[in-house]
């Protein structure tokens, strides 16, 4: 049973470009949320999608956008990057509405360096 | 969200105990307490949670005051493998209206061989 799987990896972007991070929930699981880790930071959540819509939204500008596809998977973008983008993205999948005992299981993440 | 407190950093031996404390002192009654850890250059991963009884899993126990306003993550017998940093999260217990972790700074452990 596959986990959660993110692409690519690693990435290295200039000021100014756009980017698409990828994520494929754990098998079963309909929600998708992701985060940003800042190096020596905890994660910070940017937003969650379930039905393919954008649930829930953490404290980031309109420049981080989302979606989510029929099969669960969704995509992350970020528009005109900033330096301060530079951090590990985090894709975390559940199933269903969130709430007190749902467990969210990540992916690896994909280190994003903007130059 | 209420908040949590926990120490910036712990060291252990291996094969000894480790408790992990963290405060949460303004914590509501519907409120989880789930911990999470972050090995090195991996994603977190999920660990244990409770309501207000103590819990046990293959990874851990968690031991919550009777008054709820702390709890202790126990490893049982640490290894080399759970060095890492971990982070205790409050979780509202209503469906749906909270999809998101909040993670502080967690505590880093070390492991000494």
């Known amino acids: 049973d596959a986990g959660v799987t993110q692409s690519p990896t690693h990435l290295i972007k200039t000021r100014g470009q756009q980017v698409t991070l990828r994520c494929s929930p754990k098998?079963?699981?309909?929600?998708v949320s992701w985060y940003q880790q800042a190096l020596g930071q905890g994660p910070q959540f940017i937003f969650q999608y379930y039905e393919e819509e954008e649930r829930q939204r953490g404290n980031f500008p309109d420049r981080f956008s989302g979606h989510q596809f029929p099969n669960y998977s969704s995509e992350l973008n970020v528009n005109a990057l900033l330096l301060g983008d530079s951090a590990l993205y985090l894709c975390?999948?559940?199933?269903?509405?969130?709430?007190?005992?749902?467990?969210?299981?990540f992916g690896p993440g994909t280190r994003l360096t903007v130059l | 969200d209420a908040k949590t407190t926990q120490p910036n950093s712990m060291e252990s031996n291996e094969e000894e105990p480790v408790h992990l404390p963290c405060n949460h002192s303004?914590?509501?009654?519907?409120?989880?307490i789930h911990w999470y850890r972050q090995l090195p250059s991996q994603g977190p991963e999920y660990v244990i949670h409770?309501?207000?009884s103590n819990v046990n899993n293959r990874m851990a126990s968690l031991a919550i005051a009777e008054d709820r306003k702390s709890s202790t993550l126990i490893l049982h017998r640490a290894t080399l493998r759970d060095a890492a940093v971990y982070y205790c999260?409050?979780?509202?217990?209503?469906?749906?209206?909270?999809?998101?972790?909040?993670f502080g700074k967690g505590t880093k452990l070390s492991v000494k061989p």
């Open positions: 999260i409050l979780r509202v217990a209503l469906g749906g209206s909270q999809g998101n972790l909040i």
């Open positions: 975390a999948s559940s199933w269903g509405p969130s709430g007190g005992t749902d467990t969210q299981y």
């Open positions: 409770g309501l207000t």
């Open positions: 098998s079963g699981h309909d929600t």
């Open positions: 303004t914590i509501s009654g519907t409120d989880y």
